[in-house]
């Protein structure tokens, strides 16, 4: 029996709604086919972008969107992507794939999209191959409200009023893809670049710095040291990869040692968060600066018969698990972690949606954003939970997962992940200081390796759970394996 403990008196930090971010390259089928066909698609679209994606995304209540990479993004130079579609150049998309890439999504394409979706943009500048000139280009032709060269270009290509762009990030993995300096160098590049990336009017741009590549304890040290002052975020890229990166291991048909190894290497995320939020904390004790995870989730060997470039894998419900884990792990870091974007939004990497010309479906880590979108802007409460441990050697993991936030409106949510693809989770709730009236809850549980696939898209699907006895501050609920559980009590 697991003992959990949810204090209700003791609220921490707000649930920054950015937690539940997203991230789109143009990489394989994610930008193009998985969110924009064009006007002149037959695939139902609203100024090109694909409705029935859109429409699911809504309901997920995505709320921020990066983008164009990425390593893309270090090759990426705007004013290619903006302008009459018949005139943008046309060229080889080297990094992901060698495929055409004829920049008809630009731009004024990406902050409509993000129009239609409701979400923040967050937007990747370009260190490695751009220039100065054309981050504080970007940034001038998006925001400005005035007269200026940037915001005369913007009016000409058809949109007169600017938009308000907040998340920028100064390039990414510039320790890598992105140019591959030293921190020290990139430091110095950060401050030079950021100094030009101007806030227009009443925008106020959050500025990202390149972060580390998981326990790259050394980046994050160098760059809060040198330029934590003038920035608003750090960011850190850390993948769940099987084995080696040469053989991943596959994203279905996986045994229950691979289930245990993926969670367990998940996990390594808790140490990430704790390790780097103390190397910030000395230098940044108010925690003023945010940890922008902006790349995470599983990383497969591509499915089979599928452009390797493209990175396009099934998603199971191990990846569910794995959501499950990591978003408590970030409610739970709130006070630090203030922005995260999975890899990738459609049809790349951990999707939430996958795609195939017309059809759609949704993945079981859909299934998890869309069961925990009321942690959102919600504040963190205290809670512990003591249980078992599942899986067992060196990939055991703590059997069951939790979070808890209260809303706004009073209302408590709770989210429970059992881990173990063996045994049910029996737990008992004490919830001090709520005595809950009402609860609903819903639960996503399938076998460990069930998927979504275009002959059954609905094989994993919220269903409605009642299997819980509520008892004014008591709560207790039986898990199946793999089942993952959000409750919503009021007083
Ligand atoms: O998400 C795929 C790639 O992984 C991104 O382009 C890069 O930033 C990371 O290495």
């Known amino acids: 029996m697991a003992e959990y403990i949810v204090n209700v008196r003791d609220k921490r930090s707000r649930i920054s709604p950015e937690i539940y971010g997203h991230f789109s390259e143009h990489l394989g089928r994610c930008i193009y086919e998985g969110l924009f066909v064009g006007e002149d698609s037959p695939i139902p679209n609203v100024n090109g972008m694909r409705s029935d994606v859109v429409e699911a995304l809504k309901k997920m209540r995505i709320s921020v969107l990066r983008w164009p990479g990425g390593c893309f993004a270090d090759e990426y130079h705007w004013k290619d992507g903006v302008g009459p579609r018949e005139k943008r150049k046309k060229m080889i998309n080297t990094h992901w794939g060698g495929v055409l890439e004829d ?193 995470w989730g599983a990383w497969y060997d591509v499915e089979p018969g599928t ?58 880590t859909y299934h998890v954003f869309e069961m925990y979108k009321e942690h959102q802007g919600a504040t963190l409460l205290s809670s512990r939970m003591d249980c078992g441990q599942a899986g067992s050697g060196e990939n055991a993991v703590p059997q069951l997962s939790e979070s808890a936030s209260i809303g706004q409106d009073g209302a408590l949510h709770l989210t429970v992940a059992n881990l173990s693809a063996d045994d049910a989770a029996e737990v008992n709730a004490a919830l001090l200081g709520f005595a809950a009236k009402q609860a609903e809850a819903r639960m996503l549980c399938a076998p460990f390796n069930a998927f979504n696939s275009f002959e059954d898209k609905e094989a994993v699907k919220p269903c409605a759970f009642t299997g819980f006895r509520l008892d004014g501050e008591s709560l207790s609920f039986t898990l199946p394996p793999c089942g993952i559980a959000a409750f919503t009590l009021r007083p």
Not at 201 to 214: H, L, M, Q
Not at 312 to 324: F, K
Not at 325 to 336: A, I
């Open 103 to 295: 920049n008809s999504f630009g731009t004024h394409e990406f902050l409509e999209l993000c129009r239609q979706l409701g979400c923040e943009p967050y937007i990747n500048g370009n260190v490695g191959s751009g220039t100065v000139q054309e981050m504080s280009e970007w940034m001038e032709y998006m925001t400005f409200d005035g007269v200026s060269p940037m915001a005369d270009l913007r009016k000409q290509n058809g949109h007169a009023e600017p938009w308000k762009v907040k998340y920028f990030a100064v390039g990414n993995e510039n320790w890598g893809c992105g140019g591959n300096m030293r921190p020290e160098y990139y430091a110095d590049e950060y401050l030079r670049y950021q100094t030009f990336v101007r806030n227009y009017g009443d925008n106020r741009v959050f500025r990202v710095a390149c972060g580390p590549s998981g326990d790259d304890w050394e980046w994050t040290r160098v760059l809060m040291e040198r330029a934590g002052k003038y920035m608003d975020g750090l960011s850190l890229h850390y993948y769940t990869v099987p084995n080696d990166w040469d053989k991943k291991g596959p994203a279905t048909g996986f045994d229950k040692g691979e289930w245990y190894k993926v969670l367990k290497k998940g996990l390594y995320m808790e140490q990430l968060l704790s390790r780097h939020g103390a190397i910030m904390d000395s230098f940044d004790p108010e925690k003023r600066v945010a940890l922008v995870v902006d790349e």
């Open 307 to 364: 452009n390797p470039g493209f990175l396009y894998q099934q998603n199971s419900m191990r990846d569910a698990a794995l959501a499950a884990m990591t978003l408590n792990l970030f409610n739970k870091h709130s006070d630090r972690v203030r922005m995260a974007n999975i890899a990738q939004l459609v049809n790349v990497l951990q999707s939430v949606i996958l795609t195939d010309g017309a059809d759609m479906l949704l993945t079981p």
